[in-house]
């Protein structure tokens, strides 16, 4: 016959609560546990939070998906330099592109823009088309 008190069967449970029924904070009395040994337990770290995605507080808006589209632009038309090789490349048909998606933005978000949005995306696009037009037009003939 198995004993009811016999500590060896079952499990027991430990309170780790750091607050006792009335809300005081406990003494700890427990007896410390041992640590595990950190190179039996290793598992691998995960990168930083922060190199995964961006702050929180940085939220999207319309305006600033715009700026993004505009910088990308600039970048391949070789205005800006790359910040990931740190040199300056021009790609002419990337640079359309991006001029194209945004004038299709234009023409599908129409009425529907704020004022301040819209005189956005018509100055960045008027800017992107003149440089792109100067840049495949080569140097201006003044005297031809």
Do not use: C
């Not at 770290?45 to 507080?57: I, W």
């Not at 632009?73 to 990337?94: K, M, Q």
């Not at 004022?115 to 140097?139: I, S």
């Amino acid at each position: 016959m198995v004993d009811d008190n016999d500590s060896s069967r079952g499990f027991r449970v430990t309170d780790r609560r750091r607050f006792s029924d009335d809300g005081e904070t406990r003494e700890d009395d427990r007896p410390a546990e041992p640590e595990p040994d950190a190179a039996s337990t290793r598992q691998p770290q995960a990168p930083p939070a922060e190199t995964l995605a961006p702050p929180l507080d940085d939220v999207v808006s319309f305006s600033s998906f715009l700026l993004g589209l505009s910088t990308q632009a600039l970048l391949h038309l070789g205005e800006i330099e790359d910040p990931a090789s740190g040199r300056v490349e021009r790609d002419l048909g990337a640079a359309k592109h991006v001029i194209d998606i945004l004038g299709i933005l234009k023409d599908k978000t129409r009425g529907n823009l704020e004022q301040a949005e819209q005189q956005l995306l018509d100055a960045v696009l008027y800017d992107l088309r003149m440089r792109y037009v100067e840049l495949v037009q080569g140097p201006s003939r003044e005297g031809a």
